[in-house]
């Protein structure tokens, strides 16, 4: 429910399936519906997001306005195309995509809804906003995110003329499916990404982490339009295999011609050594890779016996760490910061140990320290074009 007082800004900040475009879509329409003659502005990280969620979504406007409320005629009510609503008391609601801030220059609004502000691509597009919602004797605008800590949000929450609502996808269990909901919390709970996407906290960089989330949000992509040059398993073996043992680091990722680095898999986890080694094999042929290689401090001559005993073919090479994990790692943790890194989707352990790994950690990040070991073989190797298209 809308709050009552004297705020500008209503920001939400809610996990995954907390009701959040629900509710900025149901504040949208009534103010609409219940002011005549008014002008709103409903702003989406891309145009897609308007079609598809703000609007046209399960939870959108056009799900909740009555189509009698609409303004009748040919061409009036909801046009998708110009993404614009007229009502029939003469307001107005307006998509915009966080994509063009310029559009936001010359227009003006009573009231305004953000939705996903935390992964808009420009900051512009925000204060835009801000210049034209002047319309009426209190202008207010609504945010509904999950949150990420990006300098925008991190402002906002410090501000005084501020209403904050927080709250988590386990808030909303009676109308989630059961199962979804098991398997989110067993699969994300105690992790980085768990407390931002489900729990809707605002997670902050751990000091003397060499990774943040925002080096690796900056250049996430959810799928590999690249071609890649080369493809390199990297593969950091336990020793043991029992309730808490090291788990098997195993990452895959590629080097593209545009010599940039990808990591398209984390298949890491406990399991035997003959297990990892089908798993490692597998992966290799999935694939197409290049090359197997493999921390031996621990293992020795081992790793290569095992792996050989699965495919006598695999190309393998051996490496062993004569540097501490911070120092071999620094190097990988500035591609990050040159933006040189994307991953090809969310790896949330891979990512909660990138994050959250400083030199006083005593847990072996072996997710780590594979991702080390195969950036640094692809960021020696000579760049010569092996053509496969991933």
């Not at 989406?44 to 909740?64: E, K, N, Q």
């Not at 966080?98 to 502000?117: I, N, S, Y």
């Not at 593969?235 to 990722?253: H, L």
């Not at 393998?316 to 994307?342: C, H, T």
Request: with cysteine; aromatic share 8%.
């Amino acid at each position: 429910m809308t709050p009552h007082g004297d705020w500008d800004i209503w920001l939400i900040l809610a996990g995954r399936g907390w009701g959040k475009t629900r509710t900025g879509a149901e504040d949208i329409a009534f103010f609409a519906l219940s002011n005549p003659e008014s002008i709103c502005a409903v702003v989406t990280p891309t145009f897609g997001d308007i079609r598809r969620v703000a609007f046209g979504g399960p939870s959108g406007l056009m799900s909740i306005i009555p189509k009698e409320c609409l303004l009748s005629g040919r061409g009036q009510g909801y046009n998708s195309s110009s993404a614009e609503i007229r009502l029939y008391n003469g307001s107005k609601i307006m998509g915009f995509s966080a994509t063009e801030p310029d559009r936001l220059r010359g227009p003006q609004f009573h009231r305004a809804w953000c939705d996903e502000l935390a992964v808009w691509q420009y900051a512009d597009t925000f204060d835009q906003l801000m210049f034209g919602l002047r319309l009426g004797t209190k202008p207010q605008c609504i945010i509904t995110t999950t949150p990420k800590p990006t300098p925008l949000i991190k402002s906002l929450v410090k501000r005084n003329n501020i209403v904050v609502t927080k709250g988590s996808t386990f808030d909303n269990a009676p109308n989630l499916a059961p199962s979804a909901l098991a398997m989110l919390k067993e699969k994300y709970d105690n992790t980085r990404l768990g407390r931002q996407e489900l729990y809707a906290e605002i997670v902050d960089d751990v000091e003397g982490a060499l990774w943040t989330p925002s080096m690796i949000e900056a250049k996430r992509i959810p799928k590999l339009e690249e071609q890649l040059q080369r493809i390199i398993i990297a593969v950091d073996p336990a020793v043991t295999n029992q309730e808490g043992s090291d788990e098997t680091g195993i990452i895959v990722c590629g080097k593209g011609f545009d010599n940039r680095y990808y990591i398209l898999e984390d298949l890491s986890a406990r399991m035997s050594a003959d297990a990892w080694a089908n798993v490692v094999v597998n992966t290799f042929y999935k694939y197409e890779a290049d090359r197997v290689i493999a921390e031996v401090n621990n293992g020795g001559d081992l790793v290569e016996r095992l792996l050989r005993t699965v495919d006598s073919s695999v190309p393998y090479k051996a490496v062993r760490s004569s540097k501490g994990k911070l120092v071999r790692a620094e190097p990988i943790s500035a591609l990050y910061e040159q933006g040189k890194v994307s991953h090809v989707g969310t790896f949330s352990k891979l990512e909660d140990q990138l994050c959250s790994y400083t030199l006083d950690s005593r847990s072996s990040p072996d997710r780590l320290d594979a991702l080390v070991w195969g950036l640094t073989e692809l960021s020696k190797s000579s760049g010569q074009a092996m053509w496969r298209v991933s």
